[in-house]
């Protein structure tokens, strides 16, 4: 008996060594394994796919946002160059006012600033609300101080020159007058002093 035989043994048929997988279980393995393999690579694209579009969905979102910007804040320069036209109309009535010109020219006049600020409100202008109100650094535009009885400190008391919103942004702070509480007008010299003494 050959070794290949006693290899074989009784119940082995020709071609079956010891330790030889039979060909129909290699090939079912190799199916296997290729059939995972395209699962994973199935599950990769699945992944990738999903990531593009999300970048996407991402870049259009902020295009929209990006093109919304340019048309809200577009006619910046326009409006910017038209303010000095309501800033004239401004004085002209407050002139009238004082002198107290015909009924027709103020009329005329006012009538002329309502439809500017009519018209650029469609722009998204606003006018920022400053007398009376508490001063906002973020708003407003201190250009002088004033001790007046009876007022907190802080409170806008008169409007030098208007202040604008574009579409809630600001575009111009209102120049305005200030009330100031009476210690912050004392002298420097007289609080020195006063600290001085304590310290003496």
Same mark, same amino acid.
């Not at 259009?60 to 048309?71: D, L, N, P, T």
């Not at 535009?141 to 208007?162: F, M, S, W």
């Given at each position: 008996? #050959?070794?290949?035989?006693?290899?074989?043994? /009784?119940?082995?048929?020709?071609?079956?060594?010891?330790?030889?997988? $039979?060909?129909?279980?290699?090939?079912?393995?190799?199916?296997?394994?290729?059939? +995972?393999? +395209?699962?994973? =690579?199935?599950?990769?694209?699945?992944?990738? %796919? &999903?990531? *593009?579009?999300? @970048?996407?969905?991402?870049?259009?979102?902020?295009?929209?946002?990006?093109?919304?910007?340019?048309?809200?804040?577009?006619? =910046?320069?326009? !409006? *910017?160059?038209? !303010? $000095?036209?309501?800033?004239? !109309?401004?004085?002209?009535?407050?002139? #009238?006012?004082?002198?107290?010109?015909?009924?027709? *020219? %103020? #009329?005329?006049?006012?009538?002329?600033?309502?439809?500017?600020?009519?018209? !650029?409100?469609?722009?998204?202008?606003?006018?920022?609300?400053?007398?009376?109100?508490?001063?906002?650094?973020?708003?407003?535009?201190?250009? &002088?101080?004033?001790?007046?009885?009876?007022? /907190?400190?802080?409170?806008? %008391?008169?409007?030098?020159?208007?202040?604008?919103?574009?579409?809630?942004? %600001?575009?111009?702070?209102?120049?305005?007058?200030?009330?100031?509480?009476?210690?912050?007008? +004392?002298? $420097? @010299?007289?609080?020195?002093?006063?600290?001085?003494?304590?310290?003496?």
């Amino acid at each position: 008996m #050959s070794d290949t035989d006693k290899e074989r043994g /009784p119940d082995r048929e020709e071609g079956e060594l010891a330790g030889e997988v $039979p060909p129909d279980l290699q090939k079912t393995g190799q199916r296997e394994d290729f059939a +995972e393999r +395209e699962e994973d =690579e199935l599950e990769r694209i699945k992944s990738r %796919l &999903a990531y *593009l579009a999300a @970048e996407f969905d991402n870049y259009r979102k902020r295009m929209v946002r990006e093109q919304e910007a340019i048309v809200s804040f577009g006619n =910046e320069r326009i !409006l *910017l160059s038209i !303010l $000095p036209f309501l800033d004239n !109309l401004e004085r002209a009535i407050s002139q #009238s006012h004082a002198s107290g010109t015909t009924e027709a *020219l %103020l #009329s005329g006049v006012q009538m002329t600033y309502d439809q500017v600020v009519v018209e !650029l409100r469609k722009f998204g202008l606003e006018q920022i609300s400053a007398v009376g109100e508490t001063f906002d650094p973020n708003l407003h535009e201190a250009i &002088a101080k004033v001790v007046v009885a009876g007022k /907190p400190e802080g409170t806008v %008391l008169a409007e030098g020159r208007k202040g604008y919103l574009l579409s809630g942004r %600001l575009l111009r702070p209102a120049q305005v007058t200030v009330a100031q509480g009476a210690a912050e007008a +004392e002298t $420097p @010299e007289g609080v020195e002093q006063g600290s001085a003494d304590d310290e003496a």
